[in-house]
T-cell receptor, first 113, second 116 residues
Framework: KAGVTQTPRYLIKTRGQQVTLSCSPI?????VSWYQQTPGQGLQFLFE???????NKGNFPGRFSGRQFSNSRSEMNVSTLELGDSALYLC????????????FGQGTRLTVV | AQTVTQSQPEMSVQEAETVTLSCTYD???????LFWYKQPPSRQMILVIR??????QNATENRFSVNFQKAAKSFSLKISDSQLGDAAMYFC?????????????FGSGTQLTVLP
């Protein structure tokens, strides 16, 4: 069974641009969550999707958005990039809401210059 | 708000020896789950072990075991017979199964070095 797949693995963007990251969950998993990992702030929750609906959102500005498709694949978008958005973005999938075990992808390393 | 604290930024252990990583948490919930995740240099977060708060018995997965002290809100990870492949950043994490705070809350991590 394939694991969680995140694309791309690495990304370099210029301040002010926007970026879209993709996450394909484990087959059969319907819940997808996103986390931001930085050396200063550690791992912080961005949002959670289930059945194409955002179910939970962390404390991030509106520049951070996401969506989930009918096949459970998810994308997150960051608009008007700032230097501070440079981070590892991790996606995690779970069977459904309330299932506590989350399985992570390898992440997308975003660098904003 | 729930918080998870890992007070040991770095730990080292000799190969084949035993090491214990500490974690404390703060919550007013009665139903919750605790996890240890491992993040090697490949960056992928790998679930090592999980503990349900309602279970008194400590979880064990091969060489990994936990010491769960619910009253003290303590959740330490013991790695026995340490191997070079155990070298990684270890994160303690907490979540509740339902409600608006269902996301994983992570500690700041402990970098484990295994010495040959």
């Amino acid at each position: 069974k394939a694991g969680v797949t995140q694309t791309p693995r690495y990304l370099i963007k210029t301040r002010g641009q926007q970026v879209t990251l993709s996450c394909s969950p484990i087959s059969g998993h319907r819940s997808v969550s996103w986390y931001q990992q930085t050396p200063g702030q550690g791992l912080q929750f961005l949002f959670e999707y289930f059945s194409e609906t955002q179910r939970n959102k962390g404390n991030f500005p509106g520049r951070f958005s996401g969506r989930q498709f009918s096949n459970s694949r998810s994308e997150m978008n960051v608009s008007t990039l700032e230097l501070g958005d440079s981070a590892l973005y991790l996606c995690a999938s779970s069977l459904r809401l309330g299932v506590t075990e989350a399985f992570f992808g390898q992440g997308t390393r975003l660098t904003v210059v | 708000a729930q918080t998870v604290t890992q007070s040991q930024p770095e730990m080292s252990v000799q190969e084949a020896e035993t090491v214990t990583l500490s974690c404390t948490y703060d919550t007013s919930e009665s139903d919750y789950y605790l996890f240890w995740y491992k993040q090697p240099p490949s960056r992928q977060m790998i679930l090592v072990i999980r503990q349900e708060a309602y279970k008194q018995q400590n979880a064990t997965e091969n060489r990994f075991s936990v010491n769960f002290q619910k009253a003290a809100k303590s959740f330490s990870l013991k790695i026995s017979d340490s191997q070079l492949g155990d070298a990684a950043m270890y994160f303690c994490a907490y979540r509740v199964p339902s409600g608006s705070a269902r996301q994983l809350t992570f500690g700041s991590g402990t970098q484990l070095t295994v010495l040959p």
